[in-house]
């Protein structure tokens, strides 16, 4: 997996907004980790568990198809919570 970064500074806000916005959620839902992994895995994501929880917590940033991945399974797993 190659977690650096390419973009533009533009870019890079949008994709730390996005990340904003899965932790905010991540943390507010009661979907453990490893579910969410497992579903963000099952989606075609190449991200380990211990590379998710870095990026969730502002340690690692993830090329821009991982993160859309992230984001669908965090938000899919969270409308199940509803």
Known sequence: MNADW???PDKLLEADQQRKDVARRFRNTQVPMI?????????GGDADEMSL??????????PAAQVGLIATAMRELSEGED
């Open 6 to 8: 390419t973009g533009g």
């Open 35 to 43: 579910k969410l992994w497992t579903y963000y895995y099952g989606l």
């Open 53 to 62: 929880d870095a990026y969730l917590n502002e340690a690692l940033h993830l």
